[in-house]
């Protein structure tokens, strides 16, 4: 057991040891200057006093520390620089408001997200909060690309799309009453093996007597248009065409509807993008089947609406797709027949603010399932910000609907939005240090799938205030060998010292060495720090808190006297191994009080009059008191009276106290015994009193009263002594028995235990 208490005693002090040097991470950053100190982190505070903080041997680093303990070690708050971020809003433009029905507003007049801009100034280690607004608006405009698999196995979908302008204009409009849809359509790169080659194939790749098209990557049919009988009548000109394999080319046709923004004709409002195959898809790396090896180059190759590089550029990797749909805003609608179900899933799972309906086998059901997915995507909005500079780190919560609060990943949504719902997210953006080029950065923030966005300007702190009043090449930096800034000195390149007095190529010579031994001893800065110009700098030690100083580093605030267990009693600080002990005490270890409140006696008298005070302790002088006070006296007259009524009902339930003897007798404790031989004796090493008192029945009863320390004993003799009255000394008397005596003096009307 003794092993076990040692070892968690142990296991503290290594805690509790790593906790100081955790927590006062500004001491271990040996910063040397105010900008340095800064950076270390929000607890840190550089102090600019000139006069008497630094005491000798300590290094200029030491103005680094945490707030409390500058304060602590005798620096002025008014001398104290300590930074702090702050944030301006720049653009602020409410979010709208509007019905549908009411006057229409361009897209560019509709605000969903608040505020637009804003300019933060980041501390190092101390986050900037902001809140942004997020509110679903009504009537808000849709621009839906229908990207169409055109390959042979398709050609019943075909014919029921090609009714599908009018259809799914009317459904939209009790959405939005502004609208506009476009058309295009993909099979394949147009190599082998991806499709025959052949002069008669690349004529008509189908067989036998059907008429189709010549094969193709991918064609943008029409562009977006309000006008849904001009998408009936372009799609209803569209043929079939074919290809061999039954992956099909389609990433390389969402590359461009993502890219190719003015030939697609996408308005800064809602982007849809309906994706529409019964195949599997091609992806990067699959062109080395083709002879391409070249990546997607993630650029816009349209001419005359075709996509002319694809013999040129590979499949784009999914990781790229991600980045354009989401650089775009475009939302992906997968309308997959259930045999590649399982496959577009997993699919979705990586492309953010994407979903997956099944297309029947003619693909009769498409306009419900757009509008199905559409509901389901608008429902969400999910942040993303662009990329974060260096050091600089971002943590989101939402605030949803019904009071959900989400934190970590989920703290970047809100589900179950219905047009009109109105979100917040909370959003602490940190800087840690400073970045390499100190510049202004900006990062973006954005719903996904809106063409909104949220533009936020960082600004660093990385130098104290004081910094613009530095005096270069000061007198106070030996001959101006450095810069006088923030009550210390910045050397110049190849100088340092704590006036710069030295150049780095002469700081350890035998010489200056000298300097640093006390009494010409052998002893360098007394082994506990090194000699730098001549100079003691005193090292650091483990615990920040601890510290070495004077000229020859014999100093320190952690070898005192301790008691308790704390040093200076815990009540003083420790200056070159001497307690300076706080008011009020005194002492080697500052444990003696000079407070006598807490030797006054009932009577307001010190000690009560029998006594000294000593270190907030009586010290009793009269040998017959004791106590906190000197105010017990066991062998006084009148203690046996005091206590008899007490003794006798704790130990016998008789007296005047037996109904009230727990509450007002439980002040001792009691202790019974055989007989009188068996009490304590005077001889003991405290007061005692022998008692002997006399019950209403008339017996005698013996104890004994002490105080053994602060605890109150008596020693009660168990059976009651001899009665007092007037037939005792009757012959018949000795040979009665006591139940005879009872009942005999009962009836005589005689009151006998």
Not at 478 to 500: D, I, L, P, S, Y
Not at 593 to 615: F, M, V, Y
Request: aromatic share 8%; glycine share 8%.
């Amino acid at each position: 057991m003794d092993l076990k208490l040692l070892f968690i005693t142990l296991l503290g002090i290594i805690c509790c040891s790593s906790a100081q040097q955790e927590g006062n991470e500004c001491i271990k950053a040996n910063a040397l200057s105010c900008g340095e100190c800064i950076q270390v982190g929000a607890k840190c505070g550089w102090c600019t006093d000139t006069q008497e903080f630094l005491k000798q041997g300590e290094p200029t680093s030491a103005r680094c520390d945490e707030l409390e303990s500058l304060r602590k070690r005798g620096c002025a708050t008014a001398k104290i620089e300590n930074p702090h971020g702050s944030q301006r809003i720049l653009k602020n433009k409410a979010v709208t408001n509007r019905k549908k029905g009411a006057e229409k507003l361009r897209p560019e007049d509709i605000t969903q997200i608040q505020p637009q801009k804003l300019s933060l100034n980041l501390r190092s280690g101390e986050p900037q909060n902001i809140k942004l607004k997020f509110k679903r608006a009504e009537d808000y405009p849709i621009d839906l690309y229908y990207l169409m698999d055109l390959s042979y196995s398709m050609k019943d979908d075909l014919e029921n799309v090609k009714n599908l302008g009018t259809s799914l204009m009317k459904e939209m409009s009790k959405i939005t009453s502004d609208f506009r849809i476009g058309f295009g359509s993909f099979v394949e790169k147009t190599v082998m093996p991806y499709i025959s080659t052949t002069p008669a194939k690349l004529l008509n790749p189908c067989t036998g007597d059907q008429n189709c098209t010549s094969p193709f990557s991918y064609k943008n049919v029409l562009k977006l248009t309000s006008n849904g009988e001009q998408f009936n009548s372009l799609v209803g000109k569209q043929q079939i065409s074919g290809n061999l394999d039954s992956p099909e080319g389609g990433f390389d046709a969402i590359m461009q509807v993502a890219v190719c923004g003015e030939h697609i004709g996408w308005r800064n409002v809602t982007r849809l993008m309906v994706f529409s195959t019964d195949a599997g898809f091609h992806f990067a790396g699959d062109g080395k089947l083709g002879g391409i090896v070249l990546p997607n180059d993630g650029k816009c190759h349209l001419e005359n609406n075709m996509y002319t590089m694809s013999h040129y550029y590979d499949y784009p990797s999914i990781a790229h797709l991600v980045q354009k749909l989401s650089e775009n805003n475009i939302q992906t609608i997968f309308a997959v027949t259930e045999e590649f179900q399982p496959v577009y899933k997993e699919l979705k799972n990586l492309i953010p603010k994407s979903a997956v309906g099944t297309l029947s086998a003619n693909s009769s059901n498409v306009i419900n399932l757009i509008v199905d997915a559409y509901n389901s995507l608008s429902s969400e909005v999910i942040l993303e910000n662009s990329k974060l500079p260096e050091g600089v780190t971002i943590t989101y919560q939402s605030r949803c609907k019904n009071g959900v609060v989400n934190e970590g990943e989920n703290g970047r949504k809100c589900s179950n939005i219905s047009i009109g719902d109105e979100v917040s997210f909370n959003i602490n953006i940190t800087a840690q240090g400073c970045p390499k080029q100190v510049k202004p950065e900006s990062i973006k923030i954005k719903p996904l799938g809106f063409t909104e966005e949220v533009e936020i300007l960082l600004n660093f702190i990385c130098e104290c205030e004081c910094h613009k009043h530095g005096i270069k090449n000061s007198d106070m930096c030996h001959n101006g060998n450095g810069t006088f800034e923030c009550g210390a000195c910045r050397c110049n390149k190849g100088r340092v010292g704590r006036q710069c007095e030295c150049r780095k190529d002469e700081v350890s010579t035998e010489d200056l060495d000298k300097n640093c031994r006390k009494d010409n001893g052998t002893d360098i800065c007394s082994n506990n720090g090194e000699c730098v110009c001549g100079t003691c700098e005193c090292k650091k030690r483990d615990n920040p808190e601890e510290r070495y100083s004077g000229k020859f580093c014999e100093c320190d605030n952690f070898n005192c006297d301790r008691s308790n267990n704390k040093l200076c009693g815990g009540h003083g600080r420790c200056e070159c191994r001497v307690c300076i002990c706080d008011a009020n005490y005194t002492g080697s270890a500052c444990d003696c009080s000079l407070d006598a409140s807490t030797c006054l006696a009932s009577n307001k008298q010190i000690c009560n009059g029998r006594g000294i005070c000593e270190c907030g302790t009586c010290r009793c002088t009269d040998p017959k008191f004791q106590g906190p006070t000197c105010e017990i006296c066991p062998t006084c007259p009148g203690v046996c009276t005091e206590h008899k009524e007490c003794v006798q009902c704790r130990a016998f339930g008789t007296g005047e106290k037996k109904d009230t003897c727990e509450r007002d007798c439980s002040y001792f404790n009691l202790i019974k015994v055989k007989d009188r031989d068996k009490l304590p004796q005077p001889v003991q090493a405290f007061p005692l009193m022998h008692c002997k008192e006399r019950d209403a029945n008339d017996c005698w009863f013996y104890y004994t009263y002490a105080v053994n320390n602060t605890e109150k004993e008596v020693h009660v003799v168990e059976a009651l002594g001899e009665a007092s009255y007037q037939y005792k000394e009757e012959p018949w008397f000795r040979y009665l028995s006591l139940c005879h005596l009872y009942c005999y003096f009962s009836c005589m009307r005689v009151s006998l235990l």
